[in-house]
């Protein structure tokens, strides 16, 4: 198997290609390399390329029907500098969060659902001190 060291790739099953593009692009910073819906998008920031598969892809044709209807908890980790800013700015725009903000020895996060039901983790790390 041949590595890509350009990027990091995941799959998302989505209910609308279109739906999922505007929510990626708008919200989180995402821009769109290429779509071919209502089958496929794809969505690019920095290292992480995120497939968006409708129900006619066939990477969503290839996934068992038991487990095709139910998204999973694995979920994307986006990092930001302020959470704090971040969680007004998705609630400002009207994006529900399904958790709590958390906060834990390796920093606060919380997530929300695109609008096919995928997680989103939100995560701001947690401040280290330099041992010298």
């Known amino acids: 198997m041949k590595a890509n060291?350009?990027?990091?790739?995941?799959?998302?099953?989505v209910d609308d290609v279109d739906?999922?593009?505007a929510f990626y692009t708008t919200h989180l910073g995402f821009t769109l390399d290429m779509s071919a819906a209502p089958a496929?998008?794809?969505?690019?920031?920095?290292?992480l390329r995120l497939l968006l598969s409708g129900a006619a892809s066939s990477g969503a044709r290839a996934t068992p029907p038991?487990?095709?209807?139910?998204?999973?908890?694995?979920r994307i980790h986006l990092v930001v500098d302020?959470?704090?800013?971040?969680v007004a700015r998705l609630?400002?725009?009207?994006?529900?969060?399904?958790s709590d903000l958390v906060s834990g020895p390796g920093g606060s996060q919380?997530?929300?659902q695109d609008p096919s039901g995928n997680l989103v983790e939100i995560f701001?790390?947690?401040?280290?001190?330099?041992l010298t």
Request: glycine share 8%; net charge negative; proline share 4%.
């Open 5 to 13: 060291d350009d990027h990091v790739s995941v799959r998302y099953l």
């Open 19 to 21: 739906e999922a593009v």
């Open 40 to 47: 496929f998008a794809d969505v690019r920031r920095g290292l």
């Open 66 to 74: 038991d487990l095709a209807s139910e998204p999973g908890r694995n």
């Open 82 to 86: 302020d959470i704090e800013a971040e």
């Open 91 to 98: 609630g400002d725009a009207g994006l529900t969060f399904v």
């Open 110 to 112: 919380i997530l929300l």
């Open 124 to 130: 701001q790390p947690a401040a280290r001190s330099r």
